[in-house]
């Protein structure tokens, strides 16, 4: 049985071991897996924040499994583990932490510890949150939020979460 390649990338470096070695990640972006927002994420990312190489970690809820040592111990350890890998290694200038709209997850995981009475609201609260929890681990690093946030028209807009 032979190898048959069955889609060759049109990206083309000059020099294959710089290109292996030297690109560092401009950031490591951290966002929920859920498909209806894979599309405006990437867009967001690309085009809104203008970030070129980013190393990516999308995993249900997100951000959102920093603060959930207590209760999910496992998804923790394991997510803590994969993000403090790409913090490491890519030594990244930013970390990127991207929330959503009907996150799923987030309603049936994570809503029912916080106090405020809009979902939207706890969800800031929790990312802001996840934010310190990253920022006790790596106290140097930038760690920006941000929220996708559906529109009565359909499309996304992105907030900054302070």
Known sequence: MTDRA??????????KEDFLISMAADAVVLHCSDHRFQRSFHEFLTKGLKVGLYALLSIPGGGHFLTMEAMMSKYFRVSLQSLSFHIERNRPRRVIFIGHYDCLFFKEQVQFYFPEPDINQKQFANLRKARIRLQERFPNLVVELYFADATPDGSVQFLKVE
Do not use: A, L
Request: glycine share 0%.
């Open 6 to 15: 069955i889609y060759r990338s049109r990206i083309n470096p000059e020099d």
